[in-house]
Each structure stands twice: as C-alpha cells, then as structure tokens.
C-alpha cells in the first residue's frame, strides 16, 4: 500500500505492519493506524508515521540501546488490552524531540511506546514511576553510558 506522508513523500509499506493504536496516542486520540518507518540515514532512530494525518510523523528509538537499564511493569490492564502474552512479543519505542540542535535531543522515558509485535497492536503507557523523566538529554545519557556515577535512566 502506498502512504503519502509530509516528510517523506508517498511511502510504500506492506498492509500487514500496519500498527493499531485503539485510543491513539495522548494528544493523538483520533490517529489510530501509525506505520514504523526506517532507513539507514536516520538509524537507530525511526519514525512513527499517522495513516490517518500524513503530516503527523514521531521520531521514535529503541531506549534500550541508550539506557540498557531502562525497566519498568506494565499494567494488567495493558497487557489485556494490547493481548500481550509473552515479554518476547513486546517491542518498546520512546518519543524523541530533535530540536534545530542536535545535541540538545531529548527522548522520553516516562511514556514508552508499547508495540505487540506479535498483532500490531500498540499503545502508550504513562509510568507511575517518578524515576523516568519526559524529557532526558540523550546526550547525557550517551556520555553517562559504561560510566561510574550517577544513573540518569
């Protein structure tokens, strides 16, 4: 299927990674069909792209590969609403922003992006947890990694 979107001009994806967000996203209730868009430019960093509102497109990455400590519990009410059955099915994306300077990225680790990668179901949770923060200077983090001292994540 081809998608036209704002920032990528028509992108053609297969009908069956179509990811199903049933409340949407906070902000965002009314898209409900987003689609995971990658190239190695951009890499690790990929972007959540609307089906329903071309011009809406969220840089998103894998927390993991900057916070490798990064956990947290899912609620059971999430894990029944996503139809969840086992942690290998869950795929984990957090919000970027990329300000006109780079260096200045933040990621948000306090409302990780929840994928079943097993029915393409998604949501975003809000963690109770007041150890993560909306907005985390990635830098930090990347200078903090395999370091001594205070854990950011």
């Known amino acids: 299927m081809m998608i036209p979107t704002a920032h990528f001009g028509e992108v053609e994806i297969d009908d069956k990674k179509i990811l199903t967000f049933d409340k949407g996203l906070p902000g965002l209730e009314e898209d409900k069909r987003f689609a995971l868009l990658s190239n190695e430019d951009s890499r690790p960093i990929s972007w959540l792209q609307s ?16 916070c490798p400590d990064y956990s947290f519990d899912i609620s059971q009410n999430d894990v029944e609403a996503l139809a969840i059955e086992e942690i290998k099915d869950v795929y984990v994306l ?12 933040t990621i948000n680790l306090s409302a990780p992006i929840i994928i079943n990668v097993r ?12 150890k ?11 200078e903090k990694s395999g370091k001594d001292g205070i854990e950011l994540c």
């Open 132 to 142: 993560y923060r909306v907005r985390v200077p990635v830098s930090d983090l990347l």
């Open 119 to 130: 029915n393409s179901k998604g949501g975003q949770i809000i963690l109770d947890d007041r």
């Open 51 to 66: 089906l329903d509102h071309r011009e809406i497109s969220l840089p998103v990455m894998d927390p993991f590969l900057i």
């Open 94 to 105: 957090s919000i970027l922003v990329i300000p006109k300077s780079v260096n200045a990225m």
